[in-house]
């Protein structure tokens, strides 16, 4: 089932809200109308009362002979006069001799005045309402009933109906049109953006959606809107940028390899040349697993942080395995790993990882540094610092600031080779573990990379659903 556009929606639920505050207007103006003609009838007949007493009083009136209307309006009012016991001494054309009072009421009239309903009276077949006040005729008492028929109030009210229920479809129906028109001004600006959303692509960065400037919900939706495109277009860029990169490092090594096979099936001639061009391929396919290993490695950081598996972690140890996994490789190069005393420090960490992350920096420090390199730890604030320092040339100056961007490399004056990944990985790793990665030169003039970990170990992470 297709659901209502909003415009339908919000029309909808602004008639229904008119409609109840209209019907509510309606009767509470109806019910105010009946009140005050109500109240109009009882002072009409309190005024009559009055005017009757002051004639009843001396003996003057004669309500049974009155053709002319001098004391009532014929067909619409009448009045009759008893005594206490109820007989009927005079009354108007054509009460007769009927009296118009129970015994209860006109018990109740001696006391005071009384008002009293009556769906019909002799002669007139109308709802009326009476007034039975005490009065003095020729110094005896006597009770003076006066009365009028409510068909006129009855009228007026079914006049004021017929009027509402003629306004108030008009009116709901102009109010209704009118919110109709409004909401469709209203939303004609989400409907703007609506058009250019489904206009923009990945084959027109740039294009943002058209905020109108109004200051209300909508264009904040709108500027919110265009910050999201803002980083899904940034993202964007940045994946391509990587695929680019990745492609191009792919790229390398599977060539070397391929020339290296080839030379090797036309013109390696002894088992010494065909030897060495094993070698080399399998160094390049080392390359080139690490690479792919890196790889999956930055794609699970972009999926989310890394799993770890946390336990407590001798620094000492960890340097020393550092140390063992990187000898024989300074060695052939002619340069040395060393590490100060840790002094028993001890992080909550994942070891995998720490090995992982400091054998990047050992890597980068034999591969471009200095012939001496050093593992130092150090307590600041509650955190281990895991440095890696070495006796090189330092890092350029430029390259400080974007030093763990992917595939970023120091330039010539560290030297060529590697991803330009191994930084970014050790940022991912210190982050996994709440904590940050840095590099530095120092004062010597060599390089100083390191990460900063909680000794307690990283912040607990918030479930992903």
């Known amino acids: 089932m297709t659901r209502l556009q909003i415009r339908l929606r919000v029309t909808a639920a602004f008639a229904l809200a008119m409609a109840a505050v209209l019907a509510g207007s309606g009767l509470y103006l109806y019910l105010q109308l009946g009140s005050h003609l109500a109240a109009s009838l009882d002072r009409d007949l309190r005024l009559r009362a009055q005017d009757l007493a002051a004639l009843i009083t001396p003996g003057e009136a004669a309500l049974a002979r009155d053709n002319t209307g001098r004391f009532v309006e014929r067909g619409e009012s009448y009045a009759q006069l ?14 007769g001799r009927i009296s118009l009072l129970s015994g209860a009421e006109l018990r109740r009239a001696e006391r005071r005045p ?6 019909s009276v002799p002669g007139l077949n109308e709802g009326s309402r009476l007034l039975a006040t005490r009065v003095t005729r020729r110094g005896r008492p006597a009770v003076l009933v006066v009365g009028a028929t409510k068909q006129n109030n009855a009228e007026t009210l079914g006049n004021f109906r017929d ?14 049109g009118a919110g109709y028109l409004l909401a469709g001004l209203s939303l004609r600006p989400v ?16 294009e943002r959606l058209p905020v109108p400037p109004t200051g209300d919900e909508v264009q904040r ?22 695929v680019a ?75 020393g395995s550092i140390r063992s996994r990187f000898d024989w490789r300074a060695a052939e190069l002619g340069k040395t790993v060393s590490s100060a005393s840790a002094n028993g420090l001890r992080v909550q960490a994942d070891r995998m ?29 509650g955190r281990i610092e895991l440095h890696v320092r070495d006796s090189g040339a330092g890092f350029p100056p430029e390259f400080l600031a974007r030093a763990f961007d992917r595939f ?3 330039g010539s004056a560290r030297g060529a080779g590697g991803a330009g990944l191994g930084l970014s990985i050790v940022r991912a790793i210190a982050e996994s573990h709440s904590g940050t990665a840095h590099v530095a030169n120092t004062q010597a003039g060599g390089a100083d990379a390191w990460m900063a970990i909680p000794a307690r170990g990283p912040a607990p992470r918030l479930s992903r659903r």
Request: hydrophobic residues 40%; negative net charge.
């Open 353 to 381: 990882r720490l090995e992982q992350a400091l054998g990047n920096l050992v890597d980068n420090a034999l591969r471009y540094g200095g012939t001496e390199v050093i593992l130092e730890a150090e307590p600041h604030d």
């Open 245 to 319: 990169d990745a492609g191009h490092e792919l790229r390398t090594p599977l060539a070397l390899l391929r020339t290296e096979l080839e030379l090797a099936l036309r013109q390696a001639q002894t088992t010494d040349e065909l030897r060495a061009a094993v070698r080399w391929s399998s160094y390049e396919t080392d390359r080139l697993a690490q690479l792919a290993e890196d790889l999956l490695l930055i794609a699970r950081i972009d999926r989310g942080r890394l799993p770890l598996r946390i336990e407590p972690v001798q620094v000492e140890t960890l340097f």
């Open 221 to 242: 939706l709108g500027e919110t809107l265009n910050e999201m495109l803002d980083r899904l277009e940034s993202a964007l860029e940045r994946e391509r940028d990587f």
């Open 114 to 119: 009384t008002y009293v309903d009556k769906p």
């Open 191 to 206: 409907e703007s953006m609506r058009r250019r959303a489904a206009a923009i692509s990945g084959e027109t960065p740039g």
């Open 82 to 95: 008893l005594t206490p016991n109820g007989r009927v001494l005079d009354a108007t054309q054509p009460l």
């Open 163 to 176: 009027e509402l229920l003629i306004a108030g479809p008009i009116a709901l129906l102009l109010a209704s």
């Open 408 to 410: 970023t490399r120091a």
